[in-house]
């Protein structure tokens, strides 16, 4: 057999190996993770979402999952759309954004009907872990 003939023998195979993975792959519902994000953008609609004001901080939170049953809440503010903290409250992962308190965080948790609640030391560490807090645990950023 001639190398071209071999060589296009491999490629239809590997070639139609590589489609039926895709379709396979198609098929697959990944609905219990986290919202994919193309272009800053949730491709999965929130099930829920409730914000609130406070101080002329507006304040929102989005609850992901399938079926009614939240498994990843986004919370961030006007000031911060970049969530840098993140918990695990009642079975659902949370990222906030590090400008927010413990007591925000938790409003946000308790619209959205989440039982659990974060720690003020908890934030903290986790803003500090983010890098906005220097040794002597002074606001760098």
């Given at each position: 057999m001639s190398?071209?003939?071999?060589?296009?023998?491999?490629?239809?195979?590997?070639?139609s190996?590589?489609?039926?993975?895709?379709?396979?792959a198609?098929?697959?519902?990944?609905?219990?993770?986290?919202?994919?994000?193309?272009?800053?953008?949730?491709v999965?609609p929130?099930?829920k979402?409730?914000?609130?004001?406070q101080?002329?901080?507006?304040?929102?939170?989005?609850?992901?999952?399938?079926?009614d049953?939240?498994?990843?809440?986004?919370?961030?503010?006007?000031f911060?759309?970049?969530?840098n903290?993140q918990f695990?409250?009642d079975?659902?992962?949370?990222?906030?954004?590090?400008?927010?308190?413990?007591?925000?965080?938790n409003?946000?948790?308790?619209?959205l009907?989440i039982?659990?609640?974060?720690s003020?030391?908890?934030?903290?560490?986790?803003?500090?872990?983010?890098?906005?807090?220097n040794?002597n645990n002074?606001?760098?950023?």
């Amino acid at each position: 057999m001639s190398t071209s003939i071999k060589s296009l023998i491999i490629a239809l195979t590997l070639g139609s190996s590589l489609v039926a993975g895709t379709a396979y792959a198609a098929d697959y519902q990944a609905n219990d993770r986290a919202p994919i994000v193309v272009n800053n953008k949730f491709v999965q609609p929130a099930l829920k979402t409730v914000n609130f004001t406070q101080d002329g901080v507006q304040v929102t939170g989005k609850a992901y999952g399938s079926q009614d049953k939240v498994s990843t809440v986004y919370i961030n503010s006007n000031f911060n759309s970049a969530t840098n903290s993140q918990f695990i409250v009642d079975g659902v992962m949370v990222y906030a954004s590090s400008d927010l308190t413990a007591t925000q965080i938790n409003q946000i948790l308790e619209n959205l009907e989440i039982k659990g609640s974060v720690s003020n030391s908890e934030v903290f560490n986790q803003s500090k872990e983010a890098g906005y807090f220097n040794s002597n645990n002074n606001l760098i950023k």
